[in-house]
Structure formats: C-alpha cells, structure tokens
C-alpha cells in the first residue's frame, strides 16, 4: 500500500460487502488485467503492463487504484502523478495514452476510484487530475474535447472487402504503392522502429522517447505488441509499433523517413497492418488519436475514418487553469523550429529528458 493513502470503505449494495478503493498491488495484476479484458470499456492503455513503464522508463509514480467490493474487482484506475520542472506536475490517467479514465462496474465505484483520486490530489498539490476518456462523467469538471479526435473502423476477413472501403483516392495511392517494390516484415526489434520514428518526429520538431521505452513495451505486452516495417531495397523506409487488444489493432508509434513519401510507403505500411491484422482474426483498426489540424489528423480522414472528439476531463485546484503542452501553441514556434534542425544523434540524446513530462 501506497504511504499517505489509507484504503477507504463505503457500503455495498449487499449490506455484508463493503467497498474498498486501494492501491493497487503486484498479487493484483492478474484480476486487474481480467477486469480490463471483460469490461466494455476497458482498452489496451488500462492494461497493468503500462504501471512498471511509467515507472521504470519514465521515472514517474503510478497511483494506480483498485476497487474491490468482496473479492470482486469493481473497478480500476491507472492514474500516474507526473513531475516536471518544464512542464509542472500533474495527476493523470493515463500519460503518453490515448484513454485511461476509471472504469467500473456501478456508479458508487466509479465515484469511490474519483473520491480517491482527488485525496491523492490534495496529498501531492497536483495542480490539476486529468482523466483520459472518451465520454465525460465527472460533472463540474473541465471538459475539453477539440484537441484530439481518435480514428476507428471495422476490419474484414476479406482484403479486397478492405481495400475497397477505402476512398477511392486514397485506394489508387495504396494500389500503387502495392504494386511497387517495396517489401513489408513484422520485426522481432525495435531497432528498425524506433530509427524509422525517431527521425520522423525529428522532423517534425517533436522529441523522441527512449529507445528503451519501445523495447520495454515489446517486452510488457508480448505477442499483444509487434512491428511492422516497410523496406525500399532493403533499407527501412516506414515503421510503426503496433498493439493488439481483444478484437482491435492499434498502430500507435509510426513515422517515415524522407523517401517514404514519394514512394507511398507510408500507405503501404498501415495497408500491411490492415492486412497482417485481418490475417490472424482482428475485426477492428483502431487508428488512435490525432490532434486537430495536423497532418496526422487529415491523413487518417483521408482513409475514410470519421473522427471520434475525446472528451478529456480536468479537476483543478483552486487558482490553476487549463494546461496547454500542444504543439500547435505558438509559445513553442521556435522550439520546435529549433528542435527540427537538430542532429538527429543529438535529438535521440536529448529527447527522452523533455518528453516525459509532455505526456
């Protein structure tokens, strides 16, 4: 048990079970991950892999909660309190995710895993709890949901069921791209990824996470995390790490190098996760989250996937406002200018320092 956090108890719908919110602990994991897996609206960023991530690769403190009523699980929170002398503290569920607000199984655990929450708020003078979700609950919270919209669709056993439910412009780049040289593989490392990534988002002024925070998510998530990555005569051109949770797969951390544009490797690459996918029995591509007017965001529309606003939820202490790490805020113009022209070594050396407190 965390220190300065008791278990708290609320009475249960059955007057012999008493409900309790505590932190959670390893004997946990797999009731934790159980829950996940048989709840609604539990998602790949739920799963307890993430709480050792955020503590060993990131150097954060997960606060992860758990509600028990009996010896069921009612409900889970992965929150994680966040420190950044850049970027101030934080308590948020989850960083570096596209969702990570509680889940429950009734109403009274939902509110017991907020009641909590908020006490670990008061604990650390967070400035502000975020909860990553894609509907609103809390009332009286902040809502914002014009940042990020999340991209999904349906996945047919059929590849040419999929290739023509892309639009037909988009449909005609894929075709040729499928009719180029360019050769797909599923790799065992990170190595191709993160090289592929890390110069991606170099150029795009964005600093890129630890080599090692990719190899710890392969090794967290198993067979449940692989890398595409697509090669031009035998040099990698496109990659992206991709998850796998219950019916859907999610390309999360994808980049091209220079060439990739001008050969549609990048349309080949997620073409191949489509495909690969279908392959072994997934029906859904979860495309993941965008921020509005990026080219990440019009990229995905242009595959004919409608954007889904999240609506991220916010809880301030008295006199804090709305926290603002977009990129798009033009504070950060000349950073990011800046940061594009960087050594691409020296981007890789430095990066990993910044973007922990960006999550």
């Known amino acids: 048990?965390?220190?300065?956090?008791?278990?708290?108890?609320?009475?249960?719908?059955?007057?012999?079970?008493?409900l309790t919110v505590r932190p959670m602990e390893v004997r946990d994991v797999p009731r934790w991950d159980g829950f996940v897996?048989?709840?609604?609206?539990?998602?790949?960023?739920?799963?307890s892999g993430w709480h050792g991530i955020f503590r060993d690769i990131f150097r954060l403190t997960p606060r992860y909660l758990i509600a028990e009523r009996g010896c069921d699980v009612v409900g889970i929170l992965p929150l994680v309190y966040q420190r950044s002398a850049l970027f101030g503290n934080a308590l948020i569920a989850?960083?570096?995710?596209?969702?990570?607000?509680?889940?429950?199984?009734?109403?009274?655990?939902?509110?017991?895993?907020v009641s909590a929450a908020l006490s670990i708020q008061t604990q650390t003078a967070s400035p502000y709890v975020e909860f990553r979700s894609r509907r609103a609950r809390q009332a009286g919270w902040t809502v914002r949901k014009d940042l990020y919209a999340t991209f999904s669709g349906s996945l047919?056993?059929?590849?040419?069921?999929?290739?023509?439910?892309?639009?037909?412009?988009q449909r005609a780049v894929v075709r040729k791209a499928l009719e180029s040289k360019l050769v797909s593989e599923v790799s065992d490392g990170v190595d191709d990824v993160f090289r592929v990534y890390a110069e991606s988002v170099r150029n795009l002024g964005t600093p890129v996470f630890a080599k090692r925070y990719f190899a710890a998510l392969k090794k967290a998530f198993g067979p449940d995390c692989d890398a595409v990555v697509i090669r031009d005569d035998g040099v990698p051109v496109s990659a992206v790490l991709n998850f796998y949770h219950k019916d859907a797969v999610l390309p999360y951390y994808g980049g091209g190098t220079a060439g990739a544009r001008r050969t549609?490797?990048?349309?080949?690459?997620y073409w191949e996760v489509m495909r690969r996918a279908a392959q072994r029995g997934y029906r859904r591509f979860d495309f993941g989250r965008s921020k509005a007017?990026?080219?990440?965001?019009?990229?995905?529309?242009n595959w004919g996937f409608a954007p889904e606003w999240l609506e991220y939820e916010y809880h301030f202490l008295a006199g804090q406002t709305m926290p603002d790490k977009n990129p798009l805020n033009p504070k950060y113009s000349l950073f990011i200018a800046a940061w594009k022209r960087l050594p691409l070594p020296v981007a890789n050396?430095?990066?990993p320092w910044i973007i922990r407190g960006l999550g």
Request: proline share 7%; with cysteine.
């Open 37 to 47: 897996q048989s709840h609604a609206e539990g998602t790949f960023f739920h799963r």
């Open 264 to 269: 549609g490797a990048n349309d080949f690459l």
């Open 293 to 301: 007017g990026t080219g990440a965001f019009a990229f995905k529309k």
């Open 349 to 351: 050396f430095i990066g």
């Open 156 to 169: 047919s056993a059929d590849d040419k069921e999929n290739l023509l439910a892309i639009p037909r412009k």
């Open 94 to 113: 989850a960083p570096f995710c596209v969702e990570g607000g509680p889940i429950a199984s009734d109403e009274q655990a939902a509110s017991a895993l």
């Open 1 to 18: 048990m965390q220190p300065g956090f008791p278990a708290t108890q609320q009475p249960g719908r059955d007057s012999d079970l008493a």
